[in-house]
């Protein structure tokens, strides 16, 4: 039995408890107590046990990243910018413990397949993975032939992505959009599973009105959509303000954002305040990184005049961010990267720090919250701000 005690830390589930120490078993928290009985060790085995001191810090959930391209995505420009899978690693060290895969503009050489190999690989390597169905293009690439029955067969496909507003999507019809969030709905429906429909939007004019057209006079609820990258612009975020405010999930990418030349975008850690301070919940607030895929930037004609690869990091920047600049509470941050998204995606076991749940957290240095260690099904992954534990095939400077 592996085990694990964490002493003395300020613990947030997110909601801030106090000092707490944290009983760790089998990858499961098994008690959380001002501070754990002697006797309850002793009956584990005190020698078995591995006690980490983590006064004057404070320990959160991990970070949920729901949009990461984790087998590599790009090729806008051609093949040369294809980027590679991601390494166990580059996630863990910046906080990331569950993590969605999805392809991005390629779904003819990008394979579902490979998708779903790569969730499995992870998985292994230590931290917990999810996948979705389908790519920017409609009709969906799936892997049983239909969005329903991948949703309802395949354990680790939790729902179905797919592009709207976009010069690269398939730009679908609003009955080809009521028919796949039916699909989604009733695999999730079937399977108790949160069957999304996970939408990456583009700059066209159209924003969100094609969702919301699909919603409109059909008992589709707003929340079977998860609308990213809504930071893109300040139109598209006043969209995503109204789209908020009518129950709606609205998710803010890291990587989009003017530090990666994304003229139009609002700083991810902005919209997040400006979004709150115009009246959406918190609770239907969220951030992704589209880490590992490619930062095609497009000229007003949609000729690509410039391409980067998207860095999973930027999902801890703006978490600091978040808290160190636009004086958001811890509470509600960590809510933001990683509480709400569990909730929406129905990963009941991810998000929140109580017995029972997984044993997935960090600890931050509680000033400048610098991660000290970062913990996956309750093995320690990072330790000291360096990673302990790496991929099958990375070596030990993180390195594929």
């Known amino acids: 039995m592996s085990i694990l005690l964490l002493t003395g830390g300020k613990l947030y589930t997110p909601k801030s408890e106090g000092i707490k120490d944290v009983l760790i078993a089998?990858?499961?928290?098994?008690?959380?107590?001002?501070?754990?009985?002697?006797?309850?060790?002793?009956?584990?085995?005190?020698?078995?046990?591995k006690v980490v001191d983590v006064k004057g810090y404070m320990v959160?959930?991990?970070?949920?990243?729901?949009?990461?391209?984790?087998?590599?995505?790009g090729g806008e420009g051609?093949?040369?910018?294809?980027?590679?899978?991601?390494?166990?690693?580059?996630?863990?060290?910046?906080?990331?413990?569950?993590?969605?895969?999805?392809?991005?503009?390629?779904?003819?050489?990008?394979?579902?397949?490979?998708?779903?190999?790569?969730?499995?690989?992870?998985?292994?390597?230590?931290i917990s993975t999810w996948i979705y169905t389908g790519s920017y293009q409609v009709p969906s690439p799936t892997l049983t032939g239909s969005i329903l029955s991948d949703i309802m067969l395949i354990d680790k496909v939790i729902g179905v992505k797919i592009a709207l507003s976009d010069h690269r999507s398939s730009h679908p019809s609003v009955e080809m959009l009521k028919k796949i969030a039916?699909?989604?709905?009733?695999?999730?429906?079937?399977?108790?599973?949160?069957?999304?429909?996970?939408?990456?939007?583009?700059?066209?004019?159209?924003?969100?009105?094609p969702i919301l057209e699909a919603i409109e006079n059909t008992d589709i609820p707003i929340e079977q959509f998860t609308p990213t990258h809504l930071n893109?612009?300040?139109?598209?975020?006043?969209?995503?303000?109204?789209?908020?405010?009518a129950g709606g999930y609205v998710d803010v990418t890291t990587c989009v954002s003017p530090e990666y030349g994304f003229k139009k975008a609002v700083k991810p850690s902005e919209a997040v305040r400006i979004l709150m301070k115009n009246g959406v919940p918190t609770e239907r607030i969220t951030m992704s990184s589209d880490g590992n895929g490619s930062l095609p930037i497009f000229n007003d004609r949609g000729e690509l005049v410039k391409i980067g690869r998207a860095p999973v990091s930027s999902l801890y920047r703006e978490f600091k961010d978040l808290v160190k600049r636009e004086g958001i509470s811890l509470e509600y941050a960590v809510k933001i990267v990683s509480t709400n998204i569990a909730k929406h995606l129905k990963l009941h076991t991810k998000g929140e720090l109580r017995p029972g749940k997984d044993a997935d957290m960090l600890?931050?240095?509680?000033?400048?919250?610098?991660?000290?260690?970062?913990?996956?099904?309750?093995?320690?992954?990072?330790?000291?701000?360096?990673?302990?534990?790496?991929?099958?095939?990375?070596?030990?400077?993180?390195?594929?």
């Open 26 to 49: 089998n990858g499961r928290i098994l008690s959380i107590k001002s501070r754990i009985p002697g006797d309850m060790l002793a009956f584990l085995g005190e020698d078995k046990v």
């Open 60 to 73: 959160i959930p991990g970070f949920v990243d729901q949009h990461v391209h984790i087998n590599g995505a």
């Open 78 to 126: 051609g093949p040369q910018y294809r980027t590679p899978p991601i390494q166990l690693s580059e996630l863990t060290r910046v906080g990331i413990t569950s993590v969605v895969g999805l392809l991005g503009t390629d779904g003819i050489t990008r394979s579902l397949r490979d998708l779903l190999m790569k969730a499995r690989q992870l998985e292994e390597e230590g």
């Open 182 to 209: 039916s699909e989604a709905r009733v695999g999730g429906i079937l399977s108790g599973k949160a069957g999304v429909v996970h939408v990456h939007m583009g700059e066209e004019k159209a924003g969100l009105k």
């Open 232 to 245: 893109r612009s300040e139109e598209l975020l006043n969209q995503a303000i109204e789209f908020g405010r």
């Open 363 to 400: 600890v931050l240095d509680e000033e400048t919250l610098e991660i000290k260690y970062v913990i996956a099904k309750g093995e320690i992954v990072v330790e000291e701000g360096k990673p302990v534990k790496y991929g099958t095939f990375e070596n030990k400077l993180g390195m594929s």
